[in-house]
């Protein structure tokens, strides 16, 4: 396991910084825990994959088996819809995380606000920013970040990861914990 | 309103009014001096605000702010600005000074914009003093036959005409004033509110816009460059388009007065033929539009890659985004560097006052890596001698390692992935590096293809590698092909030109402007700025290009090797992809949409911006984009196109402005206007839905464009036309029909015949009802018959 620091090495930021995901346990506690969760998807997650399966089918899993809701930014909305998947918002990513600081609105009508977002699938420098808005503005959202790298906005993130480790990771993440919801 | 000119004993002009009555209110004793001149016979009447100053316009800001607000991601929640600092922002806690993290981002916001503005601003007071020192103060202004509105932003936001040198000089000192007080607003303890900061934004990106239109209209007045040509002529570009046979100048930056003074002396001591005077970035549009012989080289993010070639016998620099340790790269190769700006001395020194001879001899011995020169005769001598004299030496001279070199400097590679953590696009460097080391160099030419050129890898590299030159060799195939034709900047857009596209473009028949500006800070390289101009033409949209971006479209090229300036029209009309010219030329885009409300409309331009940003906001669906927008003058341009109300795209780098600027499809009440000919107040769409707005990728940027076109005065025809390529777009790349279609239904009318069944289905289900289509603005004042009020 690499250290917990900013991938991009000038990306540092303020007196506060994401903890470091030491046990998946975590997050699925976090999950267990949150209201309404909601899982933000980007266009990266149309070339990454995890071992040999897409991430936009690992996505697919993930919300089905914690029964989150994804908001699908840009073109990556598409890729859901060819699968058949409904249960995938379109939004900007900018959108999104505008959306997220209005502590009334949540992606589809049901209890809110989301009290946890889970990001994913954007250059790096950009999701760097747009949870240095949620931190900033949305201090009712606690955030994860699902990717390899460290965004030390975040609530909670991965340390830096080498591949194996984070398909490790992903994959433990995809039990739900005591069951699903 | 009773509103005189009178001139002062230092012949500054005076305006007076003893009352201003102004939808802003009524102000008493308004006197304001403007410079030195005045134009007595100018008979279109003063509109409420001559020379705004920094808040005239507040209200205006207001309107636009309350309905797109600032969502701000801060780069740093801190602030060290003053000795009371750090003070820690974060969890609702305040600076010593009282500033919160929203406001503290606000002034980010304005900081770079002021900077930005300053830039453009400076470049014009040297252009403009330079030409009053060569030409006199008398010399007239002109844009070329058919323009009679020679300078709609000055005339809309100073109520100035300006026809002669003086008077230019007149209106930036307005300018220069106005960014004084913004400025000012910066430092501690001054402005406290982010709407404030904001609106200051809005305020100095309005004067930007006046300054650059001043640079460009003295420097086309002067130099001979096209005048609101739509034939500008073709222009080779690209490194291959530089002659290695002869003695090669490389000019860097955006002013090109210096370079007028190097290819002035080249043909008139009979030279010219031995010398070859390629530009990068701004520079190389205006030498090209000096000389249609002077070669375009590329965007900035080409200079290192030239500089590392060898090829430059001189490197000259001016101002504004040159690299700034281009001493050192240059020294690497030979090139001695020649700076011509005060701006941009580089430390070298000043050698204004010896003899010419002196300093080449000093250069081409490699005495001194280069000179800082304040004389503009001196500069075009000194830079002609010493490219001819070093020519022949540096010919013997290799630049760029060997491929076998690089293998085996590969070898010691430590993987330490550094490389690839200092890259702003996070390009596979060490991936590239460990293929290297197998002799295959291929990978390392692909990083190439997507580099923006910053070195940031080699100066994060432990190993001290050159890795930029390591790519640039692997690609040496690519580039020395590279060649292309780009349309030399045109200048403004004709009256003429205006008359033909105006009432299509109101009524959105034609369905928008597309205005490409700015930087190649490119997420992937420059094709998407290619493919998406093509796309909109294609769909009869105007595409209008300047600064880098105007040079990155022209280096795809067709199945028949031709660029798209070859294939399109350089005309202000559907279809057309025009080239205005360097960045201060992109104020003839904004002066494009003012002129729309002054010919077609008929609107009085002059102190009139409030009611002329309404027109254009509700009417003219003008998009800027930058898909590659780097510095804070970018900044500071687009603040100047937000206060216009017309929306501006920037691509995924541009997240790093920190705030966007975004409208709320979903709240009803955001999105009221009052109706000019009734008075009430009616519901409109959101359109445009964002005034700022950074996109993801490329299949973003496609549907964002067709949606922010969009207008609450299109007609039926002009809504469903643009409906039409909103949901084409949307379907071709967002995989399925938009779900917001029933919302930009006023009337049936406004329904594309074709999509009718799938959009009736969607307005059922949305238990759709007819919507009254206003004559819209946001602005109660403009209501006519007096039914409106202050507000
Ligand atoms: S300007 Fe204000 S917030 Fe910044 S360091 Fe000074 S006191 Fe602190
Ligand atoms: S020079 Fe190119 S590869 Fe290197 S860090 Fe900059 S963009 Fe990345
Ligand atoms: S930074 Fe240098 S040593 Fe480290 S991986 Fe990259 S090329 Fe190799």
Redo the contacts with the bound molecule.
């Keep these: 396991m690499m250290r917990a620091e900013p991938w991009q090495s000038a990306e540092v930021c303020g007196p506060t910084k994401a903890q470091g995901i030491k046990k998946t346990a975590v997050v699925g506690a976090l999950i267990k825990k949150a209201k309404y969760p909601l899982l933000v998807v980007g266009a990266q997650a149309l070339t990454e994959k995890t071992r040999k399966k897409s991430m936009i089918d690992y996505f697919i899993e993930f919300s089905t088996t914690h029964n989150i809701p994804i908001v699908a930014t840009a073109n990556t909305i598409k890729a859901f819809k060819e699968k058949g998947f409904d249960n995938a918002y379109s939004y900007g990513a900018m959108e999104i995380t505008g959306r997220l600081q209005d502590h009334e609105w949540k992606v589809a009508p049901k209890k809110g606000p989301h009290d946890l977002v889970m990001t994913f699938g954007f250059p790096y420098y950009m999701e760097w920013l747009m949870l240095s808005a949620l931190i900033n503005f949305s201090p009712h959202i606690k955030t994860v970040t699902l990717g390899r790298y460290y965004q030390p906005h975040a609530t909670w993130s991965f340390p830096n990861l080498k591949k194996q480790n984070w398909n490790d990771a992903l994959k433990e993440i995809l039990t739900p914990v005591g069951g699903a919801k | 309103m009773k509103v005189e000119f009178a001139l002062t004993e230092q012949k500054r002009a005076r305006l007076k009014a003893d009352k201003l009555d102004t939808g802003f209110g009524s102000f008493r004793n308004v006197e304001v001096t403007i410079g030195k001149v005045v134009d007595d016979d100018w008979d279109e009447p003063m509109g409420p605000t001559p020379m705004p100053d920094v808040t005239m316009l507040r209200s205006w800001d207001h309107k636009l702010l309350t309905r797109y607000r600032p969502a701000y991601m801060p780069a740093c929640q801190l602030?060290?600005?003053?000795?009371?600092?750090?003070?820690d922002?974060t969890s609702g806690k305040r600076?010593?000074?009282?500033?919160d993290i929203e406001g503290?981002s606000a002034r980010i916001v304005l900081a770079a914009a002021n900077i930005g503005c300053a830039a453009h601003l400076a470049h014009s007071r040297h252009m403009v003093d330079h030409m009053i020192h060569e030409f006199g103060p008398r010399f007239e202004l002109t844009q070329g036959d058919g323009v009679e509105i020679e300078a709609p932003v000055t005339r809309l936001v100073t109520g100035i005409r300006p026809r002669t040198l003086e008077e230019a000089s007149a209106v930036l000192d307005y300018c220069e004033t106005q960014l004084t007080h913004t400025l000012s607003a910066v430092h501690?303890g001054q402005e406290g509110s982010w709407i404030d900061f904001e609106s200051k934004a809005f305020h100095v990106g309005m004067v930007d816009q006046v300054g650059m239109e001043i640079a460009d209209l003295a420097q086309i007045s002067t130099l001979g460059f096209p005048q609101s040509d739509p034939e500008a002529p073709l222009v080779e570009a690209g490194i291959s388009s530089m002659d290695p046979k002869k003695a090669m100048i490389l000019a860097i930056g955006h002013n090109v007065v210096p370079a007028t003074y190097i290819m002035d002396y080249a043909s008139e001591t009979g030279v010219a033929d031995k010398i070859d005077i390629g530009g990068i970035c701004c520079t190389a549009w205006d030498i090209a539009r000096y000389d249609a012989k002077a070669k375009i080289v590329g965007p900035i993010s080409w200079q290192l890659r030239f500089v590392r070639s060898g090829f430059a016998d001189v490197v000259v620099v001016d101002e504004q985004c040159i690299r700034t340790d281009i001493v050192e790269h240059a020294k690497k190769v030979h090139s001695p560097v020649i700076a011509t700006c005060d701006k941009s001395a580089m430390g070298l020194p000043d050698r204004t006052d010896d003899d010419v001879d002196d300093i080449v001899q000093d250069l081409v011995s490699g005495k001194i890596a280069g000179v800082y020169l304040r004389d503009h005769a001196k500069i075009g001598e000194v830079v002609v001698k010493t490219a001819i004299k070093m020519h022949p030496k540096r010919k013997k001279k290799g630049s760029l390692p060997s491929k076998a070199k690089i293998k085996e400097l590969a070898q010691a590679c430590r993987q330490c992935s550094e490389c690839i953590r200092a890259c702003p696009n996070n390009q596979p460097v060490m991936d590239a590096v460990l293929a290297a080391q197998e002799g295959n160099l291929g990978p390392l030419a692909d990083v190439y293809d997507e580099c923006i050129g910053c070195a940031r890898c080699e100066s994060a590299c432990p190993n001290d590698y050159e890795l930029h030159s390591w790519m640039v060799k692997a690609a040496e195939g690519r580039w020395k092909q590279e060649s292309f034709m780009v349309r030399s900047g045109r200048g403004a857009i004709k009256d003429t030109e205006i008359r033909t596209v105006g009432q299509p473009i109101v009524f959105g028949e034609i369905p928008g402007v597309i205005a490409h500006v700015g930087c190649a800070n490119y997420p992937d390289g420059g094709r998407a700025i290619h493919d998406h101009a093509e796309e909109f033409a294609k769909r009869r949209f105007i595409v209008v290009f300047s600064g880098c971006a105007a040079m990155t479209v022209g280096t795809i090229k067709d199945d028949e090797g031709k660029s798209i300036y070859e294939r399109r029209p350089g005309t202000f009309d559907a279809g057309s992809v025009l080239n205005v010219g360097s960045c201060v030329a992109n104020s003839h885009i904004a002066g494009a949409a003012i002129k729309i409300a002054s010919i077609f409309a008929k609107r009085n331009l002059r102190g009139n911006y409030e009611e002329i940003a309404d027109y254009i906001h509700n009417r003219v669906g003008a998009v800027g984009i930058s898909w590659g927008a780097m510095s804070q003058k970018a900044a500071s341009i687009a603040a100047g196109f937000w206060r216009l109300g017309v929306p501006v795209i920037v691509g995924p780098h541009g997240t790093k402005y920190r705030r966007m600027l975004l409208g709320r499809a979903d709240k009803a009440e955001d999105w009221m206007v009052w109706d000019a000919r009734t008075g009430d107040r009616v519901q409109v769409a959101a359109g445009p839905e964002h005034l700022f707005y950074a996109v993801e990728n490329f299949e973003e940027m496609m549907v964002m464009t067709a949606k922010l076109a969009i207008r609450p005065n299109d007609t039926a025809k002009g809504r469903s036309i643009k409906l039409s390529h909103y949901i084409d777009l949307h379907e071709t790349y967002m995989g399925y029909f938009p779900e917001d279609i029933h919302t930009y239904i006023r009337r049936e009318t406004d329904i594309p015949i074709t999509l009718k069944a799938k959009i009736h289905a969607q307005m059922k289900e949305n238990k759709w009802k007819e919507k009254p289509i206003p004559d819209p603005t946001l602005v109660r004042r403009l209501v006519y018959g007096g039914k409106g009020g202050g507000e």
């Design positions: 602030c060290c600005l003053c000795t009371f600092g750090k003070c922002l600076g010593a000074c009282g500033l503290q501690t």
